[in-house]
């Protein structure tokens, strides 16, 4: 069996996780729209994926429209931004394999689990922009550059206080 179908077996089975929660699926990305941000997970193959085998691993983000405009979300410019490895306790960088379907299936649900456990209330930690601005305002940042991050923490500081 190719690559692509394990990806979209285990995508199914993420994607289950995720509609129960309010999210929307396009491709290989999910958004759920909350308060006055956007919630991202991306699901992401690695350049090492093959034909016959494939290896992922989860991007998580927060996205403030206000902050963008008319600007689409997009997991890459997020306003908060982390890997789902970190978020567990093994606190580094995850990607999980699968070159079989006993292994799809098995990731499928290792990666839908690590996303209901961990990935879910670090997104619901940071539910709107007054969460993310007083996140920012310990130093913490992630995704982001300092610099970056405290012009986006002046922008979004007027912002919130203005309304």
Avoid at 37 to 54: E, F, I, N, P, R
Avoid at 83 to 95: A, N
Wanted: no cysteine; aromatic share 8%.
């Amino acid at each position: 069996m190719p690559a692509k179908e394990y990806k979209r077996r285990i995508l199914e089975v993420v994607a289950e996780v995720l509609r129960a929660t309010g999210f929307r699926k396009n491709g290989s990305h999910f958004t759920r729209d909350i308060a006055d941000v956007v919630h991202l997970v991306t699901v992401q193959s690695s350049v090492g994926s093959t034909a016959d085998a494939v290896r992922m691993t989860v991007n998580l983000g927060v996205w403030v429209p206000a902050l963008e405009g008319d600007a689409k979300p997009d997991i890459w410019s997020a306003h908060w931004r982390e890997r789902l490895g970190f978020l567990m306790p093994e606190k580094r960088d995850v990607w999980w394999d699968a070159a079989s379907d006993d292994e799809a299936r098995v990731v499928a649900h290792r990666i839908a689990g690590a996303v209901r456990d961990f990935g879910l209330p670090a997104l619901s930690g940071l539910a709107n922009r007054r969460a993310l601005l007083d996140l920012w305002r310990t130093g913490s940042y992630p995704g982001l550059t300092e610099v970056f991050a405290e012009r986006l923490l002046k922008r979004l500081g007027t912002i919130v206080e203005a309304g």
